[in-house]
């Protein structure tokens, strides 16, 4: 699949953007015009760049409001036409985006439209450029692909075909399959863009909500296979007009668009697996009697690289927390009733664990640091494929330092910086790596307790970023996002899971005034993540907690009047709540308690018991948590 | 007019925003629940709190999903109410929102929900509660204000009556008239919201993009005149779900609010007024005969109080540029030909002018600040009522030390801490403060220039703010806003200016990238703010200018080339504008001609030349401008 991306995705200048694609490793791009013209490099100029930089100049764009005009406005938008014809020429480009009409449209007449488009078309010609044609979700009269790929049959000149964006399809709802029988050589260029479903206009929704294939909800897979089924082999580029995109560091986002662009090459081909297989493809030939062989994806013009496969991961291997002074942790992980199991025999660090869940605890921070969440590790199959397919994603590897007969870790840094490691899993889900560990002090409590979740707060450059990261390279599904109210504003909470939820990540992008401070006073964090472990009773876990004197979140009083309020509750088990500052949920398939410890750094821990086959994490209760912490950062109530 | 504000509209805990509505000077609140379950306040505590501030808790809010369900669940939501009548007999409260059912109506029948809300009244009567429902313009069955006020008649119960909420009902487009006939007993409670005019799904319009009155596009002043016609004299509350405001400054939210209140307060008193004296009214009795006398207002139960009256500003006095280092302010200036007036007698400032546009440098700066704008002045008929008008609208007062003899400025701060002083203009458009200067160097050329336009950045938490202050306390009105690209991101840019056009003020908000790398670094901004002003000849006060070495702000080749393909140009001209690095704008009402200085600390200037009706900004060159600008801060391209 050849790539590409329209520098408008980016931020920057034109020689920034085209630089980091290059890095990026894209095969070609699109010049935005508004990027041309604010330039200093002359069409000459760029030209060079981009031959120097390997890139291919692959589509000229936008070139508005040209069809359905009266005749006057005809020949004044020839000109300008000829104009752009003649500038691509200095840049050696050969195509051009040319939009439908929505500003200048007067006359509805296909064969008005057809006549014009075809005199374009010879101008076009002349110049030696190919005119890629598109209806706009939003165009005066054309806003239907199919209407204006007719408008191309009906002209039928070899200079005029016309251009796919998926925004523009599927924002409007539009079935994809008559792509199917298009005529390839008629498509002349293809945009992909993924977007969130929202409910508002089309054009401010495709103006600042497109996303990177993957970060949204469009099925661009199924939009790729048709246009793969039809015979098209040219560019797939992105065309992504993004708010956040637009201020993010140029480098990072290519890299992240081209991460969309190689999951979506895989996710395009096995979409054509599956529906060959039902024999939806017209081509398959796998018949129902050899199950035992995969599906033979048929041969198309365009190639779809695959990589290296690999399953959701089985669970969590360890969380890992780090700090200058790690007492605090120590007492909080001892109180809870984890053991520690030890330090390592060539490293600082210590390992505490209960059952299943195990926590290491890095001792080697930078000066004052305070306790953070650091990394994590997860159950995987095949530790080097997965690795493999994470740096085939463009995933930073993280460098590890081993000792002989020590295990090695395939580790890759999150775009918060979390550090990810793909490790070996086990059955029965104990870990080989521990032995490296000296003996510890006690026995673990709690045999059945696991890692229920991670909550890590991200940056808002990079959220949905991360959304395709953990999507593309550790195979967790996203559910959809929800909102939380915090003192200091709505928190966005998007969950990453396996279908059987044995890793839960749950990805918070705290409100923006928190980032500005936190951006201010690099050693303190206003907002927190924590780590949550899964127990059987968590009733008899809270009491031998607060034996050992462990300082819970303390919830207030109207939490309890309320929920007595909101669910008929057992006066006794209320008291009990109240007591050990459990929260509660319920909901229709089944109950949910927990508690929080105090804050240490920036991390705290969370403790759960899911009763039933509840599924989510207490998210009417997270208003209180937010509340309470904020609270206990401004104990006085002082004035801001 | 009682003012209330419910807490939801405010970042931080339930305490802290009770302390600032307080400051503000409301007179009463209302509880949104949460903040109240997630306080360590006890309902005791809140009840004390409240009456040491001197704040009435007006309304309890929300109790949802009550209307239009089966019996069991009927029996259940009436338990539910009886725990919240309970807090709120603890609470000392009587006024409790019901909003329709979202989400667990079943059956839509008017008989049965009429008996339900009879239940509910009832019940409330017994705690001496009454309920305030209100129709949510997404509730299943019950979304229109006037089917919720024909339930309560059907009731017909002194407990129940109804809310009536701007935001519900304008947000629906449904007129406002009928309120006018309701029994104003059943009104008991008012809620005002603005918002822009936004085509999106209601619900998240509601949530999230909600603005304080005057700053959005609702017409509440005739929404609130309906409501007084009909008698009504209880709270007017605010209610305002904004993820800005829910996370800026506590104190200085509830100022803002408080403001809109009192801005809507008189808009509501005028629009009376003017229906009045229009017959509208039904009471007024100004015959068309008599039309020296003022309109009279009949009077109704609530009172509307007034503020002093201002006209629009009738130009720019001056504006005030401050540094510790001035000499780069010097020279541009000097280089555009502005003549130096002489330094003040007492003051370290200078005087620059150029036919009516005075300049005046401020050389009181705190040690390595850069040139920033600091100070705009105004031309008003009379400074010592719009001050008053100011301070009545809560603006903070500046401080200016002044000697005998010497004009006395009244200044208030703008949310984004620019002076703003109200100075008595002239019908020449001279300033009797400037023989407060010693004598200067040179006479100044171009006698006709005077102040065009000012564009200053805003910052994120105060956008909205700065267009109310503009509004209320200095007449400015508010233009459709823009979005122009550049290279860090959307610049969102609303123009504020007078109906003449002798006022106009760009308030532009930065991206955040940039807002965040300013917090970092106090001595340097990204952003740019400037100054600009017009003159008659434009190509000979740039080749003026050339002559005495000005740094014009340096504009690509490729711009002109795409100017010439945009527009049919006279070579001669085009090379004119492309020698001199001067922009071209055309539209149907006229030309506009600019050209920009390089930037000194956070300042550039701008001169322009208005031919015809152009009444616009170069909005089109504005991308151009930002990349240029951006280009100069990156000189080697460096990797960011």
């Not at 002209?155 to 399959?177: E, K």
Request: negative net charge; contains cysteine; charged residues 25%.
């Amino acid at each position: 699949m050849r790539t590409g991306i329209a520098t408008v995705c980016l931020s920057g200048t034109l020689k920034e953007k085209m630089q980091a694609c290059a890095i990026a490793g894209f095969d070609g791009i699109e010049i935005f015009e508004q990027d041309l013209v604010t330039s200093p490099l002359s069409p000459e100029d760029i030209r060079k760049t981009a031959a120097d930089l390997g890139l291919g100049l692959d589509l000229y764009q936008p070139f508005r409001d040209f069809d359905s005009v009266p005749p006057e406005l005809l020949k004044e938008n020839l000109r300008r036409a000829a104009a752009k014809f003649e500038l691509m020429s200095r840049l050696g480009m050969d195509t051009v985006l040319v939009c439908s009409n929505v500003a200048t449209a007067e006359i509805d007449d296909d064969g008005l439209r057809a006549e014009q488009l075809g005199r374009l078309a010879q101008l076009a010609g002349e110049h030696g450029v190919k005119v890629a044609y598109e209806a706009l979700a939003w165009g005066k009269y054309v806003n239907d692909y199919e209407h204006a790929h007719r408008l191309v049959q009906m002209v039928d000149h070899p200079n005029l075909g016309t251009c796919l964006d998926s925004f523009h399809i599927l924002s409007r709802d539009w079935d994809t399959a008559p792509i199917e029988a298009f005529d390839a050589e008629k498509i002349f260029f293809v945009q992909v863009a993924d977007a969130p479903k929202l409910s508002m206009d089309v054009l401010s929704w495709s103006r600042h909500y497109r996303v990177f294939p993957g970060e949204g909800q469009f099925e661009l897979a199924k939009f790729m296979g048709h246009i793969v089924r039809a015979g098209y082999a040219g560019p797939v580029s992105l065309e992504i007009f993004n708010d956040v995109f637009r201020q993010s560091d140029v480098e990072r986002t290519a890299i992240d668009a081209m991460r969309s662009l190689i999951w979506l090459e895989e996710q395009s081909a096995k979409w054509l697996d599956a529906n060959s297989a039902n024999g939806n493809d017209g081509a398959g030939s796998a018949s129902a009697g050899s199950p035992a062989k995969a599906p033979g994806r048929r041969r198309y013009p365009m190639e779809l690289a695959t990589l290296p496969k690999v399953a959701e991961p089985a669970g969590f291997n360890f969380a890992e927390v780090k700090a200058d002074d790690t007492a605090g942790l120590e007492k909080l992980l001892s109180q809870l009733g984890f053991a520690f199991e030890g330090r390592h025999r060539t490293k600082d660090v210590q390992l505490w664990s209960m059952g299943q869940a195990r926590v290491i605890i890095n001792e080697q921070a930078a000066s004052h640091a305070e306790p953070a969440i650091a990394a994590l590790g997860f159950d995987v199959d095949n530790p080097v494929i997965a690795s493999a397919r994470a740096q085939q994603l463009k995933a930073p590897v993280v460098p590890r330092k081993v000792q002989a007969d020590e295990e090695v870790f395939q580790g890759i840094a999150a775009p918060d910086s979390t550090e990810i490691f793909l490790c070996q899993g086990s059955p029965d889900g104990t870990a080989a790596w521990t032995h490296e560990f000296g003996d510890g002090l006690a026995a673990s409590s709690g045999t059945g307790a696991v890692i229920d979740h991670v909550n890590l707060a991200q940056p808002w450059q990079h959220f949905d970023e991360a959304v395709l990261f953990y999507t593309s390279a550790l195979a967790l599904e996203p559910a959809p996002f929800a909102e939380v109210p915090s003192p200091t504003g709505l928190v966005r909470s998007q969950v990453m899971q396996t279908s059987d939820r044995a890793v839960r990540l749950v990805l918070n992008l705290a409100p923006l005034i928190q980032q500005e401070q936190d951006g201010r006073d690099a050693h303190h964090k206003s907002y927190q993540e924590h780590i949550a472990f899964a127990v059987d009773d968590l009733v008899a876990t809270a009491r031998a907690a607060k034996d050992r004197g462990l300082d819970f979140l303390q919830i207030p009083a109207n939490y309890y009047e309320d929920l007595a309020a909101r669910f008929y509750m057992e006066p006794g088990f209320l008291a009990t709540l109240k007591e050990l500052n459990l929260l509660y949920d319920r909901d229709s398939s089944g109950e949910f308690l927990h508690f929080y410890t105090a804050t240490v750094g920036s991390v705290f821990f969370e403790m759960v018991e899911r009763r039933g086959g509840y599924d989510g994490y207490g998210a009417p209760n997270a208003p209180v948590r937010h509340a309470v912490q904020y609270d206990s950062l401004h104990p006085d109530h002082a004035r801001r």
